[in-house]
């Protein structure tokens, strides 16, 4: 994993974190949690492919 996409996923947290609270003190909580699901949604597939390289480098380890 590349430090990279350490700090790329770090960064999108900072951002929903901010959007979060920003939502959040404005009164729209509803969209405070729409943003908090899309960063999450965001940061998952960003990290997709390299569990994906794991779950290949299990089976060759093994074997299957």
């Not at 951002?15 to 405070?32: H, M």
């Amino acid at each position: 994993m590349d430090v990279d996409m350490i700090f790329k996923i770090a960064a999108v947290g900072i951002i929903v974190a901010v959007l979060n609270q920003l939502l959040i003190r404005s009164g729209r909580e509803d969209q405070a949690l729409l943003t908090t699901i899309a960063g999450l949604v965001v940061a998952l597939m960003m990290i997709i492919n390299e569990i994906s390289d794991l779950f290949d480098t299990i089976k060759q380890v093994f074997g299957f």
